[in-house]
């Protein structure tokens, strides 16, 4: 076991199939039209997701998820624009940071790391202030796993005419947004998430209209979606170099997804998934941060041991050790570890990987059982 790859229990990068690995293995040049016909079936393929062909365009871009976040700012919120932003975790402050540094106007609303965001909330706000243009949250926030009540809030910020962003990195592919019932204005994933291909590219869903209203909106060059779609749409090619291989990665991870059943079988996955490791791990003696309710099957954070013997970091190596790669916890408050449901994974190695986590614990002397 030791000698073998690590199984990633991580939520990006995450283990992938040996499948969509191997599609890896040519050097396309970003000149042959055999490649930009795969970039072109990409972005078909990722808008039937969602449901969006009518509406949405889909621009790819270079870059990991945030390089895709922030070109959605950047490109799609005016300079005169206000942004509302909902917290509550990591990545919802990152979305806050991203305004910061790229000069738009924003107010945050934040609540703890175990309350979603509210659609109650939202109306409220949108109500005290009219200068508000758009709203940008985290669909499942990755720092915890618990879910956000997007369709609820879509259709408040629908009614109140203003702009959605939503930054669905973590759930796009596993769990179901259809743009004809959910409207949003950007919607951004990646490729190295539920989609399960290799990390290296994100994707953002802009609102046709949305988009193109949006020419000198960015504050970068190479950041620009109006300039990407623009570009990609007279030549059929990426803008700049494109992730050559990370693209034949996800084409065949797509593949994959389809034969498998696509959004409800990769769904019902890591449901699988998170149902065994929350019922494993609650036979050791160790609970989950969050309450099922509100617990996405995407990531779960549980409460370290309480003995001082428990030290996260030799923890990790040794369960590193018995195969499995876990992710430590990015909580303010609370003493934590996280776990991935999401990935090339399935039942299998999740009851493996929590008896491994078992038998490391013994060793620690923090369980005896
Ligand atoms: C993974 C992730 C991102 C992007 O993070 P990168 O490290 O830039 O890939 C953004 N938002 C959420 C919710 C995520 O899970």
């Given at each position: 076991?030791?000698?073998?790859?690590?199984?990633?229990?991580?939520?990006?990068?995450?283990?992938?199939?040996?499948?969509?690995?191997?599609?890896?293995?040519?050097?396309?040049?970003?000149?042959?039209?055999?490649?930009?016909?795969?970039?072109?079936?990409?972005?078909?393929?990722?808008?039937?997701?969602?449901?969006?062909?009518?509406?949405?365009?889909?621009?790819?871009?270079?870059?990991?998820?945030?390089?895709?976040?922030?070109?959605?700012?950047?490109?799609?919120v005016?300079?005169?624009?206000?942004?509302?932003?909902?917290?509550?975790?990591?990545?919802?402050k990152?979305l806050?940071?991203?305004?910061?540094?790229?000069?738009?106007?924003?107010?945050?609303?934040?609540?703890?790391?175990?309350?979603?965001?509210?659609?109650?909330?939202?109306?409220?706000?949108?109500?005290?202030?009219?200068?508000?243009?758009?709203?940008?949250?985290?669909?499942?926030?990755?720092?915890?796993?618990?879910?956000?009540?997007?369709?609820?809030?879509?259709?408040?910020?629908?009614?109140?005419?203003?702009?959605?962003?939503?930054?669905?990195?973590?759930s796009?592919?596993?769990?179901?947004?259809?743009?004809?019932q959910?409207?949003?204005?950007a919607?951004?994933?990646?490729?190295?998430?539920?989609?399960?291909?290799?990390?290296?590219?994100?994707?953002?869903?802009?609102?046709?209209?949305?988009?193109a209203?949006a020419?000198?909106?960015?504050?970068?060059?190479?950041?620009?979606?109006?300039?990407?779609?623009a570009?990609?749409?007279?030549?059929?090619?990426?803008?700049?170099?494109?992730?050559?291989?990370?693209?034949?990665?996800?084409?065949?991870?797509?593949?994959?997804?389809d034969?498998?059943?696509g959004?409800?079988?990769?769904?019902?996955?890591?449901?699988?998934?998170?149902?065994?490791?929350?019922?494993?791990?609650?036979?050791?003696?160790?609970?989950s941060?969050?309450?099922?309710?509100?617990?996405?099957?995407?990531?779960?954070?549980?409460?370290?041991?309480?003995?001082?013997?428990?030290q996260?970091?030799?923890?990790?190596?040794?369960?590193?050790?018995?195969?499995?790669?876990?992710?430590?916890?990015?909580?303010?408050?609370?003493?934590?570890?996280?776990?991935?449901?999401?990935?090339?994974?399935?039942?299998?190695?999740?009851?493996?990987?929590?008896?491994?986590?078992?038998?490391?614990?013994?060793?620690?002397?923090?369980?005896?059982?």
């Amino acid at each position: 076991m030791s000698t073998a790859e690590p199984t990633l229990l991580t939520p990006g990068p995450l283990t992938t199939s040996r499948r969509t690995r191997q599609a890896m293995m040519v050097d396309w040049g970003s000149w042959d039209d055999r490649f930009n016909q795969l970039t072109a079936s990409l972005c078909e393929q990722l808008l039937a997701i969602v449901n969006g062909a009518d509406s949405h365009h889909c621009v790819p871009l270079q870059g990991s998820g945030t390089f895709a976040v922030e070109a959605a700012i950047g490109t799609l919120v005016p300079r005169d624009g206000k942004v509302l932003v909902l917290i509550n975790g990591a990545y919802g402050k990152r979305l806050a940071n991203i305004c910061e540094v790229l000069g738009r106007s924003f107010s945050t609303f934040e609540t703890a790391e175990d309350e979603p965001s509210s659609a109650a909330d939202v109306d409220r706000l949108l109500r005290a202030d009219a200068s508000i243009t758009h709203v940008a949250l985290i669909h499942c926030e990755t720092s915890t796993g618990i879910l956000n009540p997007l369709a609820d809030i879509a259709h408040v910020i629908a009614q109140h005419g203003k702009h959605l962003i939503i930054d669905a990195m973590s759930s796009f592919g596993a769990l179901p947004i259809d743009a004809q019932q959910v409207p949003f204005d950007a919607l951004i994933a990646a490729s190295g998430k539920c989609l399960e291909g290799v990390p290296g590219m994100g994707f953002v869903f802009a609102r046709k209209e949305t988009l193109a209203n949006a020419a000198g909106n960015s504050h970068s060059l190479a950041m620009d979606l109006f300039d990407q779609h623009a570009y990609m749409a007279k030549t059929g090619q990426w803008r700049f170099t494109p992730p050559t291989h990370v693209v034949a990665a996800l084409h065949e991870a797509l593949l994959q997804y389809d034969e498998e059943g696509g959004l409800p079988a990769r769904y019902q996955r890591y449901a699988n998934n998170c149902q065994v490791l929350l019922d494993d791990m609650a036979k050791l003696g160790l609970r989950s941060f969050l309450p099922t309710a509100i617990q996405a099957p995407i990531i779960v954070t549980f409460h370290a041991p309480k003995d001082p013997r428990y030290q996260f970091k030799e923890f990790y190596e040794r369960v590193k050790a018995k195969g499995y790669i876990l992710y430590p916890g990015k909580l303010t408050q609370a003493e934590t570890f996280r776990v991935g449901c999401i990935g090339h994974v399935n039942q299998a190695e999740m009851h493996a990987a929590v008896a491994a986590v078992a038998e490391v614990l013994r060793e620690m002397e923090v369980l005896d059982i």
